[in-house]
């Protein structure tokens, strides 16, 4: 990466699904992803448990002795519904105070196969990120093809003028953890000028910070 200024990233947030899909190839990629982050000492925020995808990863960060962080709502605790976390657990209210959390926690944001959770994390994230809302990297781990048809669309929207080229550069794309860490390093963040303007705070007079209430 000779040349390109390269972003300290501490902390990723994965989403991905509590399920372990249909081809093996995902928790591979799952567990692989963990020890690339271990390695390159990064540590991991994720939606909590052990289920599926999920605990691939933190399993694998967790056995290269890094922290794992558990954001979890209180509801998918009760009756040990999706397992125990072999990190430090935070339990929340509701699932929006949840992805508020992992948006200010984390310094960049990956997304593995996964459901409507992850696909709905993901977006909000890119819709967060178009509106100057944070500006993290996010990424797609594009294993075996999972994204394809995701990706099509999205170029589509460009075509069709609903998204533009500018907040397509937001979504970042890549077939190995390695390939996609190194791109989110290397990611430099471009505002839209008039959306940079909006202003997110409760007011001038408080400490800045998230209002906690938004809705998008």
Same mark, same amino acid.
């Given at each position: #990466?000779?040349?390109?200024?390269? /972003? ?11 399920? &372990?899909?249909?081809?093996? !190839? ?13 390695? =390159? ?6 939606g ?9 990863? &933190?399993?694998?960060v967790?056995?290269?002795? /890094? *922290?794992?962080?558990?954001?979890i $709502?209180s509801?998918f605790?009760v %009756?040990?519904?999706?397992?125990e976390?072999?990190g430090?657990?935070?339990?929340? !209210?509701t #699932?929006?105070? =949840? ?5 200010e926690? &984390? @310094?960049?944001?990956?997304?593995? $196969?996964?459901?409507?959770?992850? +696909?709905?994390? +993901?977006?909000q994230?890119?819709s967060?990120? *178009?509106?100057?809302i ?11 093809g999972?994204? %394809? ?5 999205? @170029? ?9 080229? /500018? !907040? =397509?550069?937001?979504l970042i794309s ?9 791109? +989110? *390093?290397?990611? /430099?963040?471009?505002?839209? $000028?008039?959306? &940079? ?20």
């Amino acid at each position: #990466m000779e040349g390109v200024s390269v /972003r300290k990233i501490k902390k990723i947030c994965v989403f991905c699904g509590a399920n &372990s899909g249909k081809d093996v !190839a995902f928790v591979n990629a799952a567990f692989h992803l963990g020890e690339v982050l271990g390695k =390159r000492k990064i540590d991991l925020v994720y939606g909590g448990g052990k289920l599926g995808l999920m605990g691939c990863v &933190s399993t694998a960060v967790a056995q290269h002795e /890094r *922290q794992v962080l558990d954001i979890i $709502p209180s509801a998918f605790t009760v %009756n040990n519904l999706v397992g125990e976390t072999c990190g430090k657990e935070i339990k929340v !209210a509701t #699932m929006q105070e =949840r992805l508020v959390m992992m948006m200010e926690l &984390s @310094d960049a944001f990956i997304a593995l $196969p996964g459901g409507f959770g992850t +696909l709905e994390e +993901l977006f909000q994230m890119i819709s967060w990120a *178009q509106l100057s809302i944070h500006n993290k990297p996010i990424g797609v781990l594009n294993i075996n093809g999972f994204f %394809n048809g995701l990706l099509s669309f999205v @170029d589509h929207a460009v075509k069709q003028e609903f998204i533009t080229p /500018r !907040a =397509r550069k937001i979504l970042i794309s890549a077939t190995t953890a390695d390939e996609l860490v190194d791109k +989110l *390093q290397a990611f /430099r963040f471009e505002s839209d $000028p008039a959306l &940079s303007k909006l202003k997110w705070s409760p007011s001038s007079s408080q400490k800045e910070k998230l209002d906690l209430t938004l809705r998008l």
